[in-house]
């Protein structure tokens, strides 16, 4: 039978009985590592859009991408032109309204298209009148032997305020801030009220034959409302 024999190494004090080598050896030779204090930047908040929302806020962002923007009500629009208006030969001009973008052509009593209408109707009549003032003026001043703009600049005065020394200080149609030569040129014939398909030409034919459709049904029911 054999006898196992264990060999036990006894170090001398002060000294490692089995030598340490790799890892634990560079341990012992390097305790105390220099470590960077970890430093960190605050994160950027997300985007507005991207925060968590309530399903009130989620069911109206879900209708604007299907409906579009809503439907600004009568003081609304209101307090909206009276800001864009302009002052033109003593007028007061809105903003000639943008194009609805958020019709459901379901034939809805305060259709978007009925809104623009009136708008466009009454942006068409104040840029004709601001037009026709300007007519009266400039032929008044004519017949008084009185030139305009240019005319009365003395020599050497700059293009730009030659063009707007007018006596009521209305300066040359091309120095409105406001389009008024699209319902024609100022020398041209306008008549009292600009014609309704004038003003819709650019608007496609789809639109506007869904607009008498819609008209002639709401005379045909205010005709029968009235008979009962």
Same mark, same amino acid.
């Given at each position: 039978m054999q006898q196992r024999t264990i060999k036990y190494h006894i170090s001398k004090p002060g000294e490692q009985a089995t030598p340490l080598?790799?890892?634990?050896?560079?341990?012992?030779?390097?305790?105390?590592?220099?470590t960077p204090a970890a430093t960190r930047t605050a994160p950027a908040p997300p985007p507005?859009?991207?925060?968590?929302k309530t399903t009130k806020e989620e069911t109206l962002a879900k209708g604007r991408i299907v409906f579009g923007s809503r439907l600004a009500?009568?003081?609304? !629009?209101?307090?909206?032109?009276?800001?864009?208006?302009?002052?033109?030969?003593?007028?007061?001009?809105?903003?000639?309204?943008?194009?609805p973008d958020n019709c459901c052509m379901?034939?809805?009593?305060?259709?978007v298209w009925d809104v623009y209408g009136e708008d466009l109707d009454e942006w068409a009549q104040a840029t004709t009148e601001a037009k026709a003032?300007? !007519?009266?003026?400039?032929?008044?001043?004519?017949l008084k032997g009185q030139g305009t703009g240019a005319m009365l600049a003395s020599k050497g005065t700059p293009t730009h305020v030659a063009s707007s020394m007018d006596d009521d200080g209305g300066g040359s149609e091309t120095n409105w801030s406001i389009d008024l030569g699209e319902l024609g040129e100022l020398g041209d014939a306008q008549p009292e009220k600009?014609?309704?398909?004038?003003?819709?030409?650019?608007?496609?034919?789809?639109?506007?034959?869904?607009?008498?459709?819609?008209?002639?049904?709401k005379e045909q029911h205010a005709e029968e409302e009235a008979r009962a």
């Open positions: 080598q790799g890892f634990y050896a560079d341990m012992l030779a390097h305790p105390l590592h220099q507005a859009d991207e925060l968590p009500g009568p003081t609304e !629009r209101k307090e909206k032109r009276n800001a864009g208006s302009k002052m033109i030969a003593g007028v007061r001009v809105p903003p000639k309204p943008e194009e379901s034939g809805c009593v305060n259709c003032r300007i !007519r009266a003026q400039e032929t008044e001043k004519r600009p014609i309704e398909e004038e003003l819709w030409k650019n608007i496609p034919v789809g639109i506007r034959e869904f607009m008498k459709t819609e008209k002639r049904l």
